[in-house]
C-alpha cells in the first residue's frame, strides 16, 4: 500500500499545537479545568471541517469529536459491516512544568550527539538519559529551548491523529470502515474521560494515540487511588507550649518518615512494581493535609497500600495523644488489562499494524494512567498506541519526527485491518 504522509503539515500542524499554553489546573473546579483548553480544541474542530471530515461537534466542557466516513464501493463485501474504530488524544499539557511561551526547536538530521537547550544550558536532551534517541540518527528531533515543556504529551498524538485524517480523505484508495475521532481535556489530572460521549463517539474500540516509544502498544495500567491524609495537632502560643502544642508540621514530617526507602517509591520502582508517592502538601502548625497518589497494578495492592497508610497513622496517634490523623481513599480508574482481554482482535490487530510498518512490535504496561483506563471502565475498550515521543512532563521532552510519521502509518494500516478482519464487539 502506498501511504503517502505530508511530513511537513503534520510538522507544521504539532509545532502551532506546542505553542498554545493547555496546561490543565488540578486546583480549579471548573470543566475544562483551564479555560485555554478550548482554544486549541476550537482550532482541531475548524481543522477537522477543514480537511472534510463529518459529524465534527465541539462540546464546551472541553471535547470534540468527529468522523471519518467509511469509502468502501457499494458493491464491497464488508460494506456497512466494518466495526468504527476510534483514535483519541487529549490537548492538556501537564500541570509540573509551564506550558506558556513554548519554543519548539526541530534539529533535523541528529546524529546521536547531547542535544543542549539553548535558553538553558542545565537542561540537556540525552542519548545516556532516554536510549531511545540513538535509534533516532538521521532523524528530525523536536525539543523546547529548554525553559518550558514541549507539550508533546499529548499534542504529538493530536498532530498524527489529524494527519491520519487528512491521509484517508485525500487517498481514497486507502480503503477503511467508520473511523471515529475524539480530543479530550484534563487527560493529565485524571478527568479527561469524565464527560466523554461514548454514545456520541459511536465507536465499537478506540486507541488513545498517547504513547512514548516507537513500536509499543500498551494494554495494561496501573489500577489508581489517590489518598487524602489529614493530620491535625494543637497549636497555642509558641512562648506558652510546653506540654501543650502538637505540632500538625512536625507529625507529618514524622509521618513521611515512615514512607520505605528502598521500595514503594517512584524512584525505586519500575515495570510491574507499584507505588506510594506523597506529591502535595499543606502544611501549618494546627493541620496539615498531604496527598498521596497510590498505584499498583492489582486491586490487591492498593489495599495493602491503603492499610500501610492506616497503620502509620495508627502509630502516630498513639505516639502522639491528642493528634488525630483521617485518611480519605478517591478511587480513579482501574487496571484496563482484564477488559481488554475479552476482545483480543483490538489489541492483536495493533500489533499486526505496527509489523506491517515495518517495526518491532511491542507490548508494553502503562506506569501511569490514559483517559483509555477510563473509557475502557466505562465499556468503550481503548489501549494505547506510540507517539514517537519522550521524557513526558519534562524540559527535555522530545519527539521524532520520522517515529511520528511511522505512528501515523501504522494508524493507517490499522484501519485497513479492521476493515478486512474486524469483527463487531460488545459495549
Not at 473546579?29 to 480544541?41: A, E, G, I, M, V
Not at 475479552?342 to 483517559?371: C, F, H
Request: hydrophobic share 35%; net charge negative; with cysteine.
Amino acid at each position: 500500500m502506498d501511504i503517502r504522509i505530508d511530513r511537513k503539515e503534520m510538522l507544521d500542524r504539532f509545532l502551532s499545537y506546542c505553542r498554545i499554553d493547555t496546561k490543565s489546573d488540578e486546583e480549579s473546579t471548573t470543566r475544562p479545568s483551564s479555560l485555554k483548553q478550548l482554544d486549541l480544541l476550537r482550532k482541531l474542530e475548524t481543522e477537522l471541517s477543514e480537511i472534510g471530515a463529518s459529524e465534527v461537534s465541539f462540546d464546551e466542557r472541553g471535547y470534540v469529536y468527529a468522523t471519518i466516513p467509511e469509502n468502501l464501493p457499494e458493491d464491497h463485501p464488508r460494506r456497512g459491516k466494518v466495526p468504527a474504530i476510534g483514535f483519541v488524544a487529549h490537548v492538556d499539557t501537564s500541570p509540573a512544568v509551564t506550558g506558556k511561551n513554548v519554543s519548539p526547536i526541530v534539529h533535523d538530521n541528529y546524529q546521536g550527539e547531547d542535544i543542549v537547550l539553548p535558553n538553558d544550558k542545565t537542561q540537556v536532551v540525552s542519548p545516556k538519559e532516554t536510549p531511545e534517541l540513538a535509534d533516532c540518527i538521521g532523524h528530525s528531533i523536536v525539543t523546547t529551548d529548554g525553559t518550558t515543556l514541549l507539550g508533546a504529551d499529548n499534542k504529538a498524538g493530536l498532530a498524527e491523529i489529524m494527519t491520519l485524517g487528512c491521509t484517508l480523505l485525500r487517498q481514497p484508495e486507502i480503503l477503511h470502515g467508520p473511523v471515529k475521532i475524539g480530543f479530550t481535556s484534563d487527560e493529565e489530572i485524571g478527568k479527561g474521560a469524565d464527560c466523554f460521549d461514548i454514545q456520541k463517539f459511536g465507536a465499537e474500540a478506540a486507541y488513545t494515540i498517547d504513547g512514548s516509544t516507537v513500536g509499543e502498544i500498551e494494554d495494561e495500567t496501573f489500577c489508581a487511588d489517590s489518598a487524602t491524609v489529614t493530620i491535625r495537632g494543637r497549636n497555642v502560643h509558641p512562648g506558652y507550649a510546653k506540654g501543650k502544642m502538637i505540632n500538625s508540621m512536625k507529625l507529618t514530617a514524622e509521618f513521611i518518615e515512615k514512607f520505605p526507602k528502598d521500595r514503594l517509591s517512584p524512584e525505586t520502582t519500575e515495570g510491574r512494581e507499584g507505588y506510594i508517592h506523597p506529591h502535595r502538601l499543606v502544611s501549618e502548625e494546627e493541620t496539615s493535609v498531604l496527598h498521596v497518589i497510590l498505584r499498583d497494578f492489582e486491586e490487591s495492592g492498593l489495599v495493602e497500600q491503603q492499610g500501610l497508610l492506616r497503620k502509620w497513622a495508627t502509630e502516630i496517634e498513639e505516639s502522639h495523644p491528642g493528634s488525630k490523623i483521617d485518611i480519605e481513599i478517591k478511587h480513579y480508574y482501574r487496571n484496563m488489562k482484564p477488559r481488554l482481554n475479552e476482545s483480543p482482535q483490538i489489541v492483536d490487530l495493533a500489533l499486526e499494524a505496527v509489523a506491517k510498518s515495518g517495526l518491532e512490535a511491542k507490548k508494553n504496561v502503562i506506569r501511569g494512567g490514559t483517559d483509555g483506563a477510563v473509557l475502557t471502565a466505562m465499556g468503550l475498550p481503548t489501549p494505547n498506541i506510540f507517539t514517537g515521543a519522550h521524557n513526558f512532563h519534562s524540559k527535555r521532552e522530545w519527539v521524532s519526527v520520522n517515529n511520528m510519521e511511522k505512528t501515523v502509518e501504522t494508524l493507517v494500516h490499522l484501519t485497513g485491518l479492521w476493515m478486512e478482519k474486524g469483527k463487531p464487539g460488545k459495549r
